[in-house]
């Protein structure tokens, strides 16, 4: 940078006393002026009009620049060159600059209501899932209890992962996974009585087989074994004792559409019509507009199964079973997402597509299981 900007030329002695004599242009000081007077005496800088933070103010010497910080309490501040300016003449240079109180605000740009998930890809799946249950399901029997078996072992594994990666909970997956399909197979085969006994040795199985480990955490895993022998296989059990009826693929069937109607009700309402919180605490997106939606739903498709799909099924019996299913599966929906805000995890898995996990599927279908088969039993019968 050069002097000239400071409108003329640099001036001897100003920077420092000056040896060259009288300065010309200079008049003296008095009558006894001389060249030793000349360097005691400074002359007055020249300074013109200069726009604020206009030219080349700043020389090599660290001059203090007209306007900005230096001019007022002699705080340097540097800022680049070829920084457009953004703060007002005379003030401090702000990165980030606040607009003036009564600058007009943009209106903020309408936010469009997400539905939270991949629509195509959840469809995608649940459709193709909805085949192979239905093909399984009345082709042959055998097969749909494989598919049972399948998605507890499945189901367990997430669980137990999410477990150790989370909460350094170790629940034995082997013992778990084995007893598990074996549970579903008792089920089917010798009913309520063959579930509560595999159920029982599954539980001393994971007892026994977390004693070939280290003794800390012991009871902790065990514990975690135990709940997820329960929460998984046993529950599913039910749906493969309702499947041992004489119209058992009807009643499943009726399990399976009452479960998805209750939760496709509460979406839909929900993500339309939600206002009002149902439990934000454990899962802020239900809605209890959504819960009206779930009951509803349940209730006309209960009305519906049990009048033209059950044999001996009446329209008023749907209707209590639709509200019960509405009930089981939104406590099933809270179950699970209580234990994924303890574990701190979105969901439980990624293997299904706009789903997540198997478990974030079964999470509704688990607890319904004994309920719908409790009433089937109570209104038509085990046979």
């Known amino acids: 940078m050069n002097d000239s900007s400071w409108g003329a030329p640099q001036q001897a002695g100003y920077w420092g006393p000056a040896d060259q004599g009288p300065v ?5 000081a008095g009558p006894a002026y001389d060249a030793h007077d000349a360097q005691q005496t400074r002359p007055k800088a ?3 009009d200069v726009p604020a933070y206009g030219g080349n103010q700043d020389d090599d010497r660290g001059a203090a620049r007209l306007s900005g910080p230096l001019f007022r309490d002699d705080t340097p501040q540097t800022r680049p060159f070829d920084t457009p300016q953004t703060s007002p003449p005379y003030g401090p240079a702000s990165q980030n600059p606040e607009p003036m109180p009564d600058s007009p605000q943009p209106a903020p740009a309408p936010q469009k209501k997400s539905a939270g998930r991949n629509l195509s890809a959840a469809i995608g799946v649940g459709v193709g899932l909805g085949v192979v249950i239905v093909a399984s399901l009345f082709i042959v029997k055998a097969v749909f209890v494989g598919v049972i078996a399948v998605a507890v072992v499945v189901g367990l594994w997430e669980l137990t992962k999410r477990l150790e990666e989370r909460k350094g909970i170790r ?4 013992p778990l996974a084995v007893g598990g399909a074996a549970m579903v197979v008792a089920g089917y085969v010798r009913g309520a009585e063959g579930a509560w006994v595999a159920m029982a040795l599954t539980a001393l199985a994971v007892l026994v087989w977390r004693m070939t480990e280290p003794p800390e955490g012991y009871l902790k895993d065990v514990t975690a074994g135990v709940f997820a022998a329960f929460y998984v296989p046993f529950l599913a ?3 493969a004792m309702m499947l041992t009826a004489g119209d058992g693929p009807f009643r499943v069937l009726t399990f399976l559409l009452l479960t998805v109607v209750s939760d496709t009700g509460a979406y839909a309402v929900g993500w339309r019509f939600g206002r009002h919180k149902l439990a934000p605490r454990i899962s802020p997106g239900k809605t209890r507009e959504g819960l009206f939606g779930a009951v509803t739903f349940a209730m006309v498709a209960g009305a519906l199964c049990m ?13 209590i079973l639709g509200l019960a299913v509405a009930a089981s599966a939104t406590l099933g929906d809270l179950g699970e997402s209580m234990i994924k805000r303890d574990l701190g995890i979105k969901d439980m898995g990624t293997l299904l597509p706009g789903h997540g996990g198997i478990m974030d599927r ?5 607890p319904t299981a004994p309920v719908v088969w409790l009433l089937m039993v109570l209104f038509v019968g085990s046979a």
């Open 362 to 366: 079964l999470d509704s279908l688990l």
């Open 237 to 239: 059990t039910f749906v």
């Open 171 to 174: 629940a034995p997956l082997v």
């Open 24 to 28: 010309p242009g200079v008049a003296p």
């Open 307 to 319: 009048q033209f799909l059950i044999d001996g099924g009446s329209w008023w019996q749907g209707l």
């Open 46 to 48: 020249i300074v013109p």
